[in-house]
């Protein structure tokens, strides 16, 4: 099963200078799209949330779904391989072709070429974001405002945001599958106090 991330700031100063998210915004991340995000990604469509999420390319995901649900996807490479250490130990020529990989497939199946990169379990070195960088990728926003201050960084359940403290939040879905009732209550939270992206 996928994971859901979500990145939450509440202070308005700490994102003062963040151009990819307003202020006072919740991003919302879904690494390792795979085919139950057909079902898990319903209630994002019925209040037209904005989710960004991170394809793995040698795993199935739904290509198909994806590109006809477009509008509501930020697409980013999430690798080809998911090697986590390895990927940070390999050569550049090997972390290139990597990534490389990953973003032809996803312009093929999908029609998009992707602007950010997620990095495997979220461990990346100064040489991958240089392999990166070469392919006109840049390291997701959420890391990089992550960087900025790691002492309001949190964990929580993307289905219980509703009145958590200011701070940055890494959420994760329940091991089986997420109550939809819980998970629409937060997300019509979102929508009626405009806390997240939107499409029109």
């Known amino acids: 099963m996928g994971i859901f991330y979500i990145t939450v700031v509440i202070d308005r100063n700490f994102l003062s200078t963040s151009s990819y998210l307003p202020l006072n915004m919740i991003l919302i991340r879904d690494d390792d799209i795979l085919f139950n995000a057909i079902w898990r990604h319903q209630p994002f469509l019925e ?30 490479n999430h690798s080809h391989s998911h090697k986590c250490e390895e990927l940070i130990n390999w050569n550049f020529k090997k972390q290139l ?19 950010y990169f997620i990095p495997p379990c979220g461990r990346y070195n100064d040489q991958l974001l240089e392999a990166c ?17 790691r002492s ?44 997240t992206r939107f499409w029109e």
């Open 47 to 76: 209040y037209k949330i904005i989710v960004d999420v991170g394809i793995v390319t040698s795993r199935p995901f739904p290509a198909r779904w994806i590109k006809k649900h477009l509008y509501m996807y930020n697409i980013c």
């Open 97 to 115: 072709e990597d990534l490389e990989r990953a973003n032809k497939i996803i312009e093929k199946k999908i029609g998009v070429k992707p602007k």
């Open 133 to 149: 960088e070469r392919l006109g990728l840049t390291l997701h926003p959420s890391y990089v405002m992550a960087e900025k201050d």
């Open 152 to 195: 309001k960084y949190f964990s929580a359940h993307l289905t219980d945001i509703i009145g958590k403290k200011e701070g940055w939040y890494i959420c994760h879905t329940a091991s089986r599958k997420p109550s939809h009732n819980r998970l629409k209550r937060n997300l019509k939270y979102l929508y009626e106090n405009k806390l």
